[in-house]
């Protein structure tokens, strides 16, 4: 039932250009205009939305982190996101215009099911992004957009959450469609760049030997940290997650321009230190995280850098460097989480952990 794979985890990891591709499956059409009738809101309700709530758990919240760049920058509405276990706790503001957004993989998660019944307690919209047909969280929201990302059997989160971004995705380009934003000309062009996606992922699946070897090299690593910036930070946080769960060893994500505000003290000799370089186009980030490259590495950091094709910058610091295919911006945590996962898993299988199933963790969450 592995497939011919060692662990459910890598089969799920090679599952992932077929999860994005399905996920996007019949939600446009060819022109690139979005369709999302399943949803059960109507247009006039979600031109009604004055606020955006995500809330979620572990993965599946760092997936809502990346929706939340993408969401504000094309629909112009403000959205948050909040672990669903810190949600109702603090009385937070909502009323018949707040959408609140549940993103779960398995749909039975307790925190992000008490928080969805709060807020619709509190007369607000509830829409759930989940990839399990049936299950409690979408049984209970006012709206339901799925994922279509087949079982997810390891515990570590996989396929569910490249196709959480792609969905949460679907719904901000959708947002901006029924409202007219003025980012909406850029719609057409983003759903033609992630019907491309499925094939940067599968070529991320094809150059992981070299992140296998990695690992291997790696396998003593006492503590491996993680830099990103915008749509980068989060897949930094997701990327030292999977070490933690999987490898039980110590990992952290930071924002690179929170270097100097702390974490730079804990760089030492040797520490690999993972870099998500944005693409060139995109503002001044990629100068930025250049410049953090060579500060972490002055300081004896070992720098695995993972940077898009054709950046040269990077090449003169990097101890290590992957390359990802060229994607806008936004689009790029969709490859870069790839060889993250891989590191991960393959770490914990070389230091002999069961990769499906880590200590002290449960799929679902059921309890709070
Ligand atoms: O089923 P859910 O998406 O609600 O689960 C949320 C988290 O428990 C889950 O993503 C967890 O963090 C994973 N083990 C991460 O790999």
Redesign the pocket.
């Known amino acids: 039932e592995k497939g011919g794979y060692d662990w459910f985890m890598l089969k799920e990891i090679a599952e992932q250009p077929q999860a994005v591709a399905d996920t996007l499956l019949g939600r446009h059409t060819v022109d690139g205009q979005l369709q999302l009738d399943e949803m059960r809101l109507s247009d006039d309700e979600l031109r009604d939305v004055d606020k955006i709530i995500i809330v979620?758990?572990?993965?599946?919240?760092y997936a809502g982190l990346v929706a939340k760049y993408a969401i504000e920058h094309w629909t112009r509405i403000p959205c948050e996101v909040e672990l669903a276990s810190e949600f109702r706790y603090r009385d937070p503001i909502l009323d018949r215009s707040t959408l609140v957004v549940s993103?779960?993989?398995?749909?039975?998660?307790m925190d992000?099911l008490m928080a969805i019944r709060y807020a619709r307690q509190q007369r607000a919209r509830v829409l759930s992004i989940c990839?399990t047909n049936g299950s409690t969280?979408p049984r209970e929201s006012d709206a339901v957009l799925y994922t279509h990302a087949g079982p997810e059997i390891a515990?570590?989160?996989?396929k569910?959450?490249l196709s959480?971004i792609v969905a949460c995705y679907l719904l901000g380009l959708y947002l901006a469609q029924v409202k007219g934003t003025k980012y909406g000309d850029e719609i057409a062009d983003i759903v033609h760049e992630l019907e491309k996606i499925p094939a940067g992922i599968q070529r991320m699946l094809d150059d992981a030997d070299q992140v296998r070897k990695l690992a291997q090299d790696l396998v003593g690593s006492k503590s491996v940290l993680f830099l990103g910036r915008h749509v980068g930070f989060p897949v930094a946080l997701e990327g030292a997650?999977?070490l933690k769960?999987l490898a039980y060893i110590h990992a952290e994500g930071f924002a690179a321009g929170e270097l100097k505000h702390g974490p730079i003290a804990v760089i030492e000799e040797g520490v690999p230190v993972f870099v998500v370089v944005p693409p060139k186009a995109r503002d001044q980030l990629q100068e930025k995280i250049v410049s953090n490259i060579q500060e972490i590495r002055a300081r004896g950091a070992r720098t695995i850098v993972l940077a898009e094709d054709g950046d040269e910058d990077v090449v003169p610091y990097a101890d290590h460097l992957i390359r990802m295919p060229k994607v806008p911006t936004l689009l790029q945590p969709l490859v870069a989480a790839v060889p993250l996962q891989v590191f991960a898993c393959e770490l914990a299988d070389q230091l002999g952990h069961d990769v499906d199933q880590p200590r002290n963790?449960a799929?679902?969450?059921t309890v709070e």
């Open positions: 979620a758990c572990g993965t599946a919240s993103i779960s993989q398995s749909g039975e998660t992000t990839n969280i515990v570590a989160s996989t569910g959450f959480q997650l999977k769960e963790l799929k679902s969450v």
